[in-house]
């Protein structure tokens, strides 16, 4: 199982990567630097918080993990 700490840092590293794509794409549509951030900035905030619930609610399901043994030689 995750810790919540490890579930952030991968929400937050993989949200910095959805950022810059973001602000390519709303520069791209808009050609407004300020709108751009606004979208950025926005979408990774929603988007970190999301992926965080989502990470700590499949931390309870068991389904595709393995059992560790009971005991080891």
Excluded: C
Aim: aromatic share 10%; hydrophobic share 55%.
């Amino acid at each position: 199982m995750e810790s919540a700490a490890r579930s952030l840092a991968k929400a937050v590293s993989w949200r910095i990567v959805g950022l810059a794509v973001t602000l390519v794409v709303a520069l791209a549509v808009t050609g407004d630097y300020r709108v751009a951030l606004a979208v950025g900035l926005s979408d990774t905030l929603v988007k970190v918080l999301i992926f965080y619930a989502h990470e700590r609610a499949w931390n309870r399901i068991s389904f595709g993990r393995k059992q560790a043994p009971e005991y080891n030689i």
